[in-house]
């Protein structure tokens, strides 16, 4: 059994524009809300938390959903079609009302503070209060712009919930169990990319104080570019086909035929048809999922004002060392877990992830150039995490029941991500910002400890002719 790589390539352009609009919607809205709006760190977390809130129930929901969609363009393309297309048409509305509040505070009296620049610890605390109530004020001279603000992230978000489950559903659909990690390293892969390609765009259009409207508009016409692209190569019911008749012709048979059963009594699934050990399993995994989600988003989603104000340093670059480190490693990662195995590679990766956290809690302004070190090593372990923990998760159901696992798994790292933004910042506002890394390699540590004990969801091996057989493109 190969893996088609063409296949899963083309397939993996719906991850790529959802990575695109999630790099750059993490990195920059949390500046726009503190450094224009005047929030404070913990608010600032409740406002990045509203996509995990909706997130939490609409995911599920949509996955679900789509599980049991019949149209002819197949279960989960209709809903990447529409939801990129309003996502895009929203986003640049979040930049203008951004605009219209650097207006206003171009336009008072507080410019100097604006512009002021802190290199100490012990001004920084002071004199960022001093600012933030500056422009706090402003804000409230004017609420009307907050509130727009608000309302069209929710709408924005409200769209990206609609198809992120059954863009990811996807691949498992179009893919045989035993390739599911490999092909999700690809799928990483074009989700690294689609991050790279964000990271080089607010390198060069994103700057403090500046208006973001061309890098959101930008970034909006190339979630469109990639759709057309999905939409010119991917045919999900001819690949469903394929990957049925691949299943049966590698003895998958009897799993077909199973998932065909069940689909016909309308046989109950989800959680409650797996076994007691491997509930207990899925349990597991799905509290490790959200360990590392809390240790993850909190250093990614607040690592550009760290950087700024304790490192004393620019924060795209760094991200983008750990993004391209992740490109590196994605395919000998899939390579290694179908070795030994996806457990023992993600216990690998929290390993790997929680040492560079535990250095990175050591930086100061003089030893900032780690920091591109530090970085590569959490992009190394969070991709092997990645590309397998999925896998795990999806592998533990039946194939028609994909996409509400992929709901399950979404409802645990989107919990985290309800959580951690405002639990560290809360921590950031009353201790200080060093707080961060310690509390990242505290979770990720935490995850190792439940990760050990799930014994189900891995792999089953292949026997291959070519170590690197099953990333040959079979012909069509």
């Given at each position: ?103 206003q505070l171009a336009a008072s009296n507080i410019e100097p503070i604006l512009r002021s ?101 930008i970034t909006a016409v190339l979630m469109l570019v990639f759709l057309a692209i999905f ?176 709901g399950y798994y979404y409802t645990a790292s989107m919990a985290a991500q309800i959580v ?57």
């Amino acid at each position: 059994m190969k893996l088609n790589t063409k296949r899963t390539f083309f397939v993996g352009f719906a991850f790529l524009l959802i990575s695109l609009f999630w790099q750059v919607y993490d990195a920059v809205v949390p500046k726009m809300l503190v450094n224009t709006f005047g929030l404070n760190q913990a608010w600032s977390g409740v406002v990045m938390a509203l996509d995990n809130v909706l997130a939490l129930f609409l995911l599920p929901f949509f996955g679900s959903l789509s599980d049991k969609v019949k149209n002819k363009r197949g279960r989960r393309t209709p809903f990447i079609i529409w939801g990129t297309i309003a996502a895009a048409v929203l986003l640049t509305s979040i930049a203008i009302f951004d605009t219209l509040q650097l207006n206003q505070l171009a336009a008072s009296n507080i410019e100097p503070i604006l512009r002021s620049n802190f290199t100490s610890d012990a001004a920084f605390d002071a004199a960022w209060i001093i600012r933030q109530n500056a422009v706090w004020q402003v804000t409230m001279n004017n609420i009307f712009l907050l509130i727009a603000f608000v309302c069209v992230l929710f709408f924005v978000l409200l769209a990206m919930a609609t198809f992120r489950s059954p863009a990811v559903a996807l691949m498992p659909d179009v893919t045989p169990k035993p390739l599911r990690s490999k092909a999700n390293a690809i799928i990483n892969l074009m989700g690294t990319a689609g991050g790279i390609i964000a990271l080089g765009m607010m390198a060069i259009l994103s700057k403090d104080f500046r208006s973001y409207i061309p890098l959101f508009i930008i970034t909006a016409v190339l979630m469109l570019v990639f759709l057309a692209i999905f939409l010119w190569k991917v045919n999900e019911p001819k690949l469903v086909g394929l990957m049925k008749k691949e299943s049966e012709e590698a003895g998958y048979f009897e799993e077909i035929e199973e998932d065909k059963k069940a689909d016909k009594e309308n046989a109950k699934g989800g959680v409650s048809s797996l076994s007691p050990a491997v509930k207990k399993s899925f349990y597991l995994i799905l509290i490790s999922v959200f360990l590392w989600f809390m240790a993850y988003n909190a250093a990614t989603t607040k690592f550009s004002l760290y950087a700024q104000n304790v490192l004393g340093m620019g924060y795209s670059l760094p991200l983008l060392v750990a993004q391209a480190a992740a490109v590196v490693a994605f395919i000998p990662i899939g390579i290694i877990a179908s070795k030994i195995g996806r457990r023992k590679t993600i216990l690998s990766g929290i390993i790997i992830l929680t040492l560079a956290f535990c250095v990175g809690a050591l930086l100061t302004i003089d030893t900032s150039f780690l920091a591109y070190f530090v970085m590569a090593f959490a992009g190394i372990g969070w991709a092997t995490i990645n590309v397998n923990s999925y896998p795990m998760v999806v592998e533990m159901g039946r194939g028609s029941d994909v996409g509400k696992f992929t709901g399950y798994y979404y409802t645990a790292s989107m919990a985290a991500q309800i959580v951690t933004p405002i639990f560290s910042g809360k921590l950031m506002d009353v201790y200080s910002m060093r707080v961060l890394f310690p509390y990242s390699a505290i979770f990720a540590a935490l995850a190792f400890i439940t990760m050990f004990f799930v014994k189900h969801g891995d792999s089953k091996p292949i026997k291959v002719k070519d170590k690197l057989d099953n990333f040959n493109t079979p012909e069509d």
